[in-house]
Nanobody, 128 residues
């Protein structure tokens, strides 16, 4: 499995922006990548998902139009550009990766707890 590392978290005021970076060592094509977030005492929430094979992406409703997931095609870093941040976006953000060679459809249906490689998270705090 690949090793996953997140970076880019921090503290911003509402309306501000942050860009999170996920480095998954060894991950190239045909990986399902996901960004998740969790607040203490609450269940983990999926934020966005990306398939490295063809660039397919998915966003949860609460971040659509504000967050953009993308990939660097040189070193395969995954980015989450977060704009118009709200206090309710505050959470620990995690990146996850899983090898899925059969296409974006398998990435789309992969259960969140089936991702086999996870980072330790990066904290995002948005103040009002």
């Amino acid at each position: 499995q690949v090793q996953v590392t997140e970076s880019g978290g921090g503290s911003v005021q509402a309306g501000g922006s942050l860009r999170l970076t996920c480095t998954a060592s060894g991950a190239t094509l045909r990986y399902c990548m996901g960004w998740f977030r969790q607040v203490p005492g609450r269940e983990r929430e999926e934020v966005a998902r990306f398939y490295t094979g063809d660039g397919w992406s998915y966003y949860t409703d609460s971040v659509k139009g504000r967050f953009t997931i993308s990939q660097d095609n040189v070193n395969y870093n995954l980015y989450l550009q977060m704009n118009s941040l709200k206090p309710e976006d505050s959470a620990m953000y995690y990146c996850a990766a899983d090898y899925q060679p059969y296409g974006a459809s398998t990435c789309a249906t992969l259960r969140s707890n089936a991702f086999r490689s996870w980072g330790v998270g990066t904290q995002v705090t948005v103040s009002s």
